[in-house]
T-cell receptor
Framework: AQSVTQLGSHVSVSEGALVLLRCNYS??????LFWYVQYPNQGLQLLLK??????LVKGINGFEAEFKKSETSFHLTKPSAHMSDAAEYFC????????????FGTGTRLTIIP | DTAVSQTPKYLVTQMGNDKSIKCEQN?????MYWYKQDSKKFLKIMFS???????INETVPNRFSPKSPDKAHLNLHINSLELGDSAVYFC????????????FGPGTRLTVL
């Protein structure tokens, strides 16, 4: 069964510092991978996705993620944090063999320190 | 302009009541989903419908009954509400052959007292 693990339920970074949110997947075949952001009391917004094309994926709001098959990872980064980045971030995976269940990680709450 | 909409946004009700949450999408998608986000923010799929046909049914109590009158709508009816049903429920939609591109609604926060 597919699973997604997000290391660190809470991450705090200073404004202007590097943001790194970690995500690992477990699947015998690399799935499609996603990062979603959820602002307080709002729905999920897709930040970026990996669908077996380029391993470095660029998303909205300056975020990017790199797929590393050898490490079964898909970590999310942003070079310089902004106060508006404070939110809950979810990594998710879905099989590329037609199993349409989107499996989410447990989320990482990102806090930006002024 | 709203792509995936849900009503109501907030729902507060007593234990034992029956309630419905509605979802509509105007993206021309043929597949719709319901997800539950619990108090610890954990998200899990509940149901999926394609062209009004149930294709995913996770181990959800049969008090939960999805209904899809057409491919643009997927409603969630919950009977005999329990405290543990308190959660945020998200609707999503996609094209069946592009199931990896799911668009989410804003969520409905259900509180059972």
């Amino acid at each position: 069964a597919q699973s997604v693990t997000q290391l660190g339920s809470h991450v705090s970074v200073s404004e202007g510092a590097l943001v790194l949110l970690r995500c690992n997947y477990s699947s015998s075949v690399p799935p499609y991978l996603f990062w979603y952001v959820q602002y307080p009391n709002q729905g999920l917004q897709l930040l970026l996705k990996y669908t077996s094309a380029a391993t470095l994926v660029k998303g909205i709001n300056g975020f990017e993620a790199e797929f590393k098959k050898s490490e079964t990872s898909f970590h999310l980064t942003k070079p310089s944090a902004h106060m508006s980045d404070a939110a809950e971030y979810f990594c998710a995976a879905i099989s590329n063999f037609g199993n349409e269940k989107l499996t989410f990680g447990t989320g990482t709450r990102l806090t930006i320190i002024p | 302009d709203t792509a995936v909409s849900q009503t109501p946004k907030y729902l507060v009700t007593q234990m034992g009541n029956d309630k419905s949450i509605k979802c509509e999408q105007n993206l021309g998608h043929d597949t719709m989903y319901w997800y539950k986000q619990d108090s610890k923010k954990f998200l899990k799929i509940m149901f999926s419908y394609n062209n009004k046909e149930l294709i995913i049914n996770e181990t959800v109590p049969n008090r939960f009954s999805p209904k899809s009158p057409d491919k643009a709508h997927l409603n969630l009816h919950i009977n005999s509400l329990e405290l543990g049903d308190s959660a945020v429920y998200f609707c999503a939609s996609s094209l069946r052959d592009r199931y990896n591109e799911q668009f989410f609604g804003p969520g409905t926060r259900l509180t059972v007292l």
